[in-house]
């Protein structure tokens, strides 16, 4: 078996057993009854996740993870984006390459959820903070973290290092805003809150996370894509299905081609962070997929939009789900705009 | 042709089998070929080239035995796998190698090869290899485009021939070529696919009337074809009577994949950068975010095209799938070229080339964009394919 032979088995088991958490087909009776709660997603399903081992699939077998490769990470991460599933997978795995020991142990076992606070400025992959660490202290302020409130912990990337602050912690207090997918954004504000220095560049996390967000819209332009070529079959208008129109056969044609340049420009791009050490090389592959990834489920949820009628602007019809659920993942780990202009900065331009 | 031969003939100097080499070694072993053998002289061509300027090459390929990747190696070809084939081309592409007249390799011999008589084989075969006979093609009509089977150029039998009458257009290089095939109705009571016969031609037959076509490029590689009671022996028809359109439907194969290879798009996107240099504009905001657009569009459509590509080296057939390269390649290149005419201002209007710099052309670009979303089944038909037959969607 070659690591390319294996590394499709793996994928084709994470599939499988994600159907159990994330199904791809049923109802969204679960996803309904978690918006606008507090919490937004479920503690129970969140200890099942754990117990597949999910969070700690990139990690080595000595800390307690799968070691996977992106490639399999993103399958996961499509799994999830089919099943609108809001438990915060992407967030948790990005803070779980940072912990060691006992803090590590929790995180997996979904014991102690720890979720990173990096964001400062709106859209953008950071630069540089604002929030200090010094003398075991972190004061600044955090934005758009997702599902705050289930935080035990925060992760809090600052000038001077990343500091572990207990959500409880003295100094700590979480504002949050309602989202348009039933989940919330928070605002943390840190005023000489205890934290724990812990080493590591968030960097590389950032780019791994952006992708896996690419591929969770990639999972739910997919399952949006099946649910509309079934209207299209077979909803009747004039006497006729409706997928019979030309006019509508040549748009769906068109959402076709932009769901597979956007797989294809996220398996490369998987591929290139699973072969390639050059950051600069890893964090183009990124940009390039994200830029396609949130351009084009904004664009295939509003197609879906148009192409059911009327029924889509009611909430109890499920398509706007997926739109809901696009408006506020696309924008996260860099914009189209963000990533576009990095692009523009740092992919070679290539003479062949 | 009263003699049909049992045994296939074999070419006089059968090429060498290079389907053992790796990838990587083959592909080296073209690069050098090309590098070493290509007339410089004829790089990049800005238009098709016609017989008399492209032959030097075709007779290069001949003679190193390499004209006829795909045709199996008892015929003269190389007998190539689908993945060796296409790293040819890229390397042809990859060094700016023009087409050739190639409508006998590429179409008549596979379709003899497949369906033809052992007389036919024998007798055209070795002159497609020599570059004795040069073919065109006689598909579309100007009533018979997208909807070709419907088709009205007739073939009647009289006797021992064919008796043909009728009108094709879009046959290109109609003017180099000594032989045509042709699709002509041999059943006017039939279903319009069902009625209609495979027949080949020479073009020097009484009755025959060719007359270019100046396109927009102001080139004449199209022309016109008309045939006027044009007899031909019955043996000229290849398989059975009224099984030409099916025959010619079977021959598209993995060919179809370069309709969609990124090359066009690339090359298009390096001039539109070059061509903002110029300007002066690379650097101005509005016209980076524009640009970096494309070069994504492009990257991803590389992207998507590999995956095609990947189907093939593992030996799997194309699906109906592929026309998603088709449309998206040549809509980013017209976009492309959108792009070029917006930021040359006035200089976008030109006939000829910018200072006379052959990189600097906009217009020239511009123009020869336009045809990709129409040959080769127009992207509407492409749009349909997709419709009906990936995306399963009611007829």
């Known amino acids: 078996m070659t690591d390319r032979d294996a590394q499709a088995e793996n994928i084709r088991l994470i599939r499988e057993s994600a159907a159990a958490i994330a199904p791809r087909r049923g109802d969204f009776a679960r996803i309904r009854a978690l918006r606008f709660t507090h919490l937004g997603f479920d503690r129970a399903v969140w200890h099942e996740i754990c117990a597949m081992g999910w969070v700690g699939l990139l990690l080595p077998e000595a800390h307690g993870g799968s070691a996977f490769g992106v490639a399999e990470y993103c399958a996961l991460a499509e799994e999830f984006g089919a099943a609108l599933a809001p438990e915060p997978l992407i967030p948790a795995v990005f803070a779980a390459s940072f912990l060691r020991g006992d803090m590590l142990a929790d995180h997996l076992t979904g014991k102690r959820l720890v979720l990173p606070a990096w964001q400062e400025k709106p859209g953008e992959l950071p630069a540089s903070h604002l929030t200090r660490i010094a003398s075991g202290e972190v004061s600044g302020r955090k934005i758009f973290v997702p599902m705050a409130n289930g935080a035990d912990a925060f992760l809090v990337a600052a000038e001077g290092g990343l500091g572990l602050v207990d959500a409880d912690g003295e100094g700590v207090s979480v504002v949050t805003a309602p989202t348009q997918d039933g989940g919330h954004f928070g605002t943390i504000t840190f005023e000489d809150s205890p934290a724990e220095a812990l080493p590591g560049d968030i960097a590389p996390a950032l780019d791994v996370a952006a992708l896996a967000t690419a591929a969770y819209l990639l999972g739910l332009m997919d399952r949006v894509f099946a649910a509309t070529l079934d209207y299209l079959r077979t909803r009747e208008q004039f006497g006729r299905k409706i997928g019979s129109f030309q006019a509508l056969q040549h748009r769906t044609a068109d959402l076709k081609i932009l769901l597979e340049l956007t797989r294809a420009s996220i398996a490369s791009a998987a591929e290139s962070l699973d072969a390639s050490d050059d950051a600069r090389t890893r964090a183009a592959a990124v940009s390039r997929a994200k830029a396609r990834a949130s351009d084009a489920a904004l664009r295939m949820t509003r197609e879906a939009i148009q192409i059911h009628g009327g029924i889509a602007y009611t909430d109890e019809f499920d398509i706007g789900l997926f739109l809901r659920k696009a408006m506020v993942v696309a924008n996260q780990f860099g914009t189209s705009a963000w990533h576009r202009a990095r692009y523009a900065a740092i992919a070679p331009e290539s003479e062949e | ?395």
């Open chain 2, 1 to 395: 042709m009263s003699h049909p031969m049992s045994q296939p003939v074999s070419h006089p100097v059968p090429a060498e089998d290079l389907n053992a080499l790796d990838d990587d070694a083959f592909r080296q072993i073209v690069r050098r070929f090309v590098a070493e053998n290509y007339p410089p002289e004829i790089r990049n061509p800005p238009k098709r080239l016609h017989w008399r300027d492209n032959k030097v090459w075709y007779l290069k390929l001949a003679e190193k035995g390499w004209l006829a990747p795909g045709w199996p190696r008892e015929y003269g070809g190389m007998g190539l796998s689908a993945a060796k084939q296409l790293i040819m081309i890229e390397e042809f592409e990859r060094f700016g190698c023009a087409r050739t007249n190639d409508h006998g390799v590429v179409m008549v011999g596979p379709l003899l090869i497949r369906n033809g008589s052992e007389e036919q084989k024998r007798v055209f075969l070795p002159k497609i290899l020599s570059g004795e006979h040069i073919w065109c093609q006689g598909y579309s009509e100007p009533n018979a485009g997208s909807d070709l089977a419907s088709l009205r150029t007739e073939a009647v039998l009289e006797g021992d021939h064919w008796v043909i009458n009728g009108q094709k257009t879009w046959t290109t290089l109609a003017t180099d070529a000594n032989w045509i095939f042709l699709l002509a109705r041999t059943d006017r009571a039939a279903k319009k696919q069902e009625g209609i016969s495979f027949l080949l031609v020479p073009m020097d037959a009484p009755g025959v009337t060719v007359r270019p076509i100046i396109n927009l490029e102001l080139h004449d590689e199209f022309c016109e074809t008309f045939f006027d009671n044009v007899r031909v022996p019955k043996e000229n028809l290849v398989g059975e009577v009224n099984r030409g359109w099916t025959m010619a439907k079977a021959l598209l194969g993995f060919e179809r994949i370069f309709l969609g290879s990124p090359r066009q798009s690339a090359y298009a996107l390096i001039r539109l950068k070059r061509l903002a240099e110029h300007v002066g504009c690379a650097e101005d905001a509005v016209f980076v975010d524009r640009y970096t657009r494309l070069r994504l569009d492009l990257a991803d459509h590389r992207a998507l095209y590999e995956t095609h590509v990947v189907k093939l080296r593992r030996g799997e057939g194309l699906g109906a799938d592929v026309s998603m390269l088709k449309i998206h390649q040549s809509e980013l290149c017209q976009r492309i070229t959108d792009v070029m005419l917006d930021i040359a201002g006035e200089d976008g209007g030109l006939l000829e080339p910018i200072e006379g710099n052959r990189d600097l052309h906009p217009a020239g670009l511009f123009i020869q964009a336009r045809p990709t979303s129409i040959y080769g089944g127009t992207n509407e038909i492409q749009r349909n394919i997709l419709a009906k037959n990936v995306l399963d969607l009611p007829g």
